[in-house]
T-cell receptor, first 114, second 114 residues
Framework: AQSVTQLGSHVSVSEGALVLLRCNYSSSVPPYLFWYVQYPNQGLQLLLKYTSAATLVKGINGFEAEFKKSETSFHLTKPSAHMSDAAEYFCAVSGHTGGFKTIFGAGTRLFVKA | NAGVTQTPKFQVLKTGQSMTLQCAQDMNHNSMYWYRQDPGMGLRLIYYSASEGTTDKGEVPNGYNVSRLNKREFSLRLESAAPSQTSVYFC?????????????FGQGTRLTVV
C-alpha cells in the first residue's frame, strides 16, 4: 500500500527565509509524486510533480522538490519565502497499483511572518 | 475554460436527509474522483471513476454512492446524512488513470450535517 507522511502540520517562517516542507512516502512500486497548494476556500492546484525523469523538479512560484529514493523523501523547498506563499501544502503519491489512485498526506500549513 | 465545476458550494443538511453533489469537467478527462477533506487528515478518496462506465471504492466509501453519468459528470450521493459526513468535498479529474498525470480540482462543497 502507498502512503505519505508530511512532517509538521504547521510551519512558520519569516519573509525572505528558506521554506522547507517535508514529505516521506511509502510505495512498493516506483512512485509518482506531487506537491499541491491550497489557498483559503479554494481547491488544490499543482505545484510540481515527479514522474521518474529528473530527480530535482522545479515547479511554479519558485518552488522545487528533490526525489531521494534512498531516503524515500520528496521535500519541497523555496529559497526565499513571500507573504503570498502562506497556504496549505499537500504531498501526494500515486503508482501503478490500486488503479492509480492518488493518496494525499495530511497537509502542512505554511505561515509567513513579515 | 471552467475546468471542474462543483455545485452547490455550501449546504446544510439535517441528519437523515439525502442530497447529491454535482461535478462536471470540461477538459475531456477520463478519470474523475471524489475526496473529502477534514482537518489534520488531508484528502481522503471516497470513490473514483477511472473511465466512463466504471466506478470503484476509495478509502472511505461508506455512506456514499456515486454515478458516472457520462464522461463529463460524476455525482456523489449521500442517502442518509450523518454528522460524521460534515466535511469539505472536492471533485477532481485527470487526463487518464496512469498515475503520472495531475488532478484538477473543483472549488469544493462545504457540507454541514446537523
Amino acid at each position: 500500500a502507498q502512503s505519505v507522511t508530511q512532517l509538521g502540520s504547521h510551519v512558520s517562517v519569516s519573509e525572505g527565509a528558506l521554506v522547507l516542507l517535508r514529505c516521506n512516502y511509502s510505495s512498493s512500486v516506483p512512485p509518482y509524486l506531487f506537491w499541491y497548494v491550497q489557498y483559503p476556500n479554494q481547491g488544490l492546484q499543482l505545484l510540481l510533480k515527479y514522474t521518474s525523469a529528473a530527480t530535482l523538479v522545479k515547479g511554479i512560484n519558485g518552488f522545487e522538490a528533490e526525489f531521494k529514493k534512498s531516503e524515500t523523501s520528496f521535500h519541497l523547498t523555496k529559497p526565499s519565502a513571500h507573504m503570498s506563499d502562506a497556504a496549505e501544502y499537500f504531498c501526494a503519491v500515486s503508482g501503478h497499483t490500486g488503479g492509480f489512485k492518488t493518496i494525499f498526506g495530511a497537509g502542512t500549513r505554511l505561515f509567513v511572518k513579515a | 475554460n471552467a475546468g471542474v465545476t462543483q455545485t452547490p458550494k455550501f449546504q446544510v443538511l439535517k441528519t437523515g436527509q439525502s442530497m447529491t453533489l454535482q461535478c462536471a469537467q470540461d477538459m475531456n478527462h477520463n478519470s474523475m474522483y471524489w475526496y473529502r477533506q477534514d482537518p489534520g487528515m488531508g484528502l481522503r478518496l471516497i470513490y473514483y471513476s477511472a473511465s466512463e462506465g466504471t466506478t470503484d471504492k476509495g478509502e472511505v466509501p461508506n455512506g456514499y454512492n456515486v454515478s458516472r453519468l457520462n464522461k463529463r459528470e460524476f455525482s456523489l450521493r449521500l442517502e442518509s446524512a450523518a454528522p460524521s459526513q460534515t466535511s469539505v468535498y472536492f471533485c477532481a479529474s485527470s487526463e487518464a488513470g496512469t498515475g503520472a498525470t495531475e488532478a484538477f480540482f473543483g472549488q469544493g462543497t462545504r457540507l454541514t450535517v446537523v
